[in-house]
């Protein structure tokens, strides 16, 4: 089984930058594949990026292209979402999400707010 976490979201001013980190726990090696999804106030969930286990990168949004940078940390299999030149429009709780080999609809990490000041 297994968890994923978050941290490393926070409030900062547009322009600014911040990393979050995604460290899952448990039997790591049934992950497929991992992504960072967002939920801004009063908007749909959106994928912002995607990731496999050996580091190839299989999707980022076009709204965070060229300012976000999604890593792979193989050793924990720890993912990074590096996150440059903030928006306010970047202003959402952000999700950790693993694909699990035969988990219906993988698993999900609590989340992690992060907001951005003009």
């Known amino acids: 089984q297994v968890t994923l976490v978050e941290s490393g979201g926070g409030l900062v001013q547009a322009g600014g930058s911040l990393r979050l980190i995604c460290a899952p726990s448990?039997?790591?090696?049934?992950?497929?594949?991992m992504k960072w999804h967002r939920q801004g106030p009063g908007k749909e969930r959106e994928l912002v990026a995607a990731i496999r286990p050996n580091g190839q990168i299989t999707y980022v949004a076009e709204s965070v292209k060229g300012r976000f940078t999604v890593i792979i940390e193989n050793v924990k299999s720890t993912m990074l979402l590096q996150m440059n030149n903030l928006k306010v429009e970047d202003t959402a709780v952000y999700y950790c999400h693993a694909e699990v080999f035969g988990a219906s609809g993988g698993v999900w990490g609590p989340g992690t707010q992060v907001t951005v000041s003009s």
């Open positions: 448990g039997d790591t090696t049934t992950i497929t594949t």
